[in-house]
């Protein structure tokens, strides 16, 4: 069964560091989001993907987060200079484009913790 | 702005009990809602999902509904056993920001079957 993948499964890191994180969405998915889960927290809406143009984003998703869809497979979301309270669990999740379906599936998460 | 509460925010019951978990939110005007499972540190896994249409939807000895009107979904589990300890998250996709929306989710209930 298809599913959506990301890299790496933990990602440690100093502050005022660069990180990107990779997800591979289900293949012929046309949308593609980023969520983000603190710990003991809900689960997050960054950034929503399509047609290779940011489609909504929140109020989290500041000048320091980038997304990218640099070929036909991978997306992306860079973290250009992280903070402490950037640690968090981050999915990726993707959906595919027919109107009468909005089910999203989601990956592993990567755990990004910042020291 | 869409709010999406689940409480309580844990439970415990014996092996074998027939539970229902509960999920509000505020605004009634959703394209669906998901049911997912998230084990402790891992990703999302997508359990149910109810369009608007719709007024419930079964799979296995999981049966979720929706009732539009009063904001509610319940998701019931039938005979529960110990593998379904983890925590359920209930979201919804609010037509207000058109197709490519975004789920927004509920803290979860931590449910611990015990044996």
């Known amino acids: 069964e298809p599913e959506v993948t990301q890299t790496p499964s933990h990602q440690v890191t100093q502050m005022g560091q660069e990180v990107i994180l990779r997800c591979v969405p289900i293949?012929?998915?046309?949308?593609f989001y980023w969520y983000r889960q603190i710990l003991g927290q809900k689960v997050e809406f960054l950034v929503s993907?399509?047609?290779?143009?940011?489609?909504?984003k929140s109020e989290i998703f500041d000048d320091q987060f980038s997304v990218e869809r640099p070929d036909g497979s991978n997306f992306t979301l860079k973290i250009r200079s992280t903070k402490l309270e950037d640690s968090a669990m981050y999915f990726c999740?993707?959906?595919?484009?027919?109107?009468?379906?909005?089910?999203?599936?989601f990956g592993p998460g990567t755990r990004l913790t910042v020291t | 702005k869409q709010e999406v509460t689940q409480i309580p925010a844990a439970l415990s019951v014996p092996e074998g009990e027939n539970l229902v978990l509960n999920c509000s939110f505020t605004?009634?005007?959703?394209?669906?809602l998901q049911w997912f499972r998230q084990d402790p540190g891992k990703g999302l896994t997508s359990l149910l999902l109810?369009?608007?249409?719709?007024r419930e939807q079964t799979s296995g000895r999981l049966n979720a509904s929706l009732d539009k009107s009063s904001g509610r979904s319940t998701l019931y589990i039938a005979a529960s056993q110990p593998g379904d300890s983890a925590t359920y998250l209930c979201?919804?996709?609010?037509?207000?920001?058109?197709?490519?929306?975004?789920?927004?989710f509920g803290k979860g209930i931590t449910l611990s079957v015990r044996p």
């Open positions: 999740a993707s959906r595919a484009g027919r109107i009468t379906s909005y089910e999203q599936y």
């Open positions: 293949s012929n998915h046309l949308y």
């Open positions: 993907f399509y047609n290779n143009e940011i489609s909504e």
């Open positions: 605004d009634s005007a959703i394209y669906n």
């Open positions: 109810i369009q608007s249409s719709q």
């Open positions: 979201a919804v996709i609010s037509p207000l920001t058109g197709a490519n929306s975004k789920l927004t």
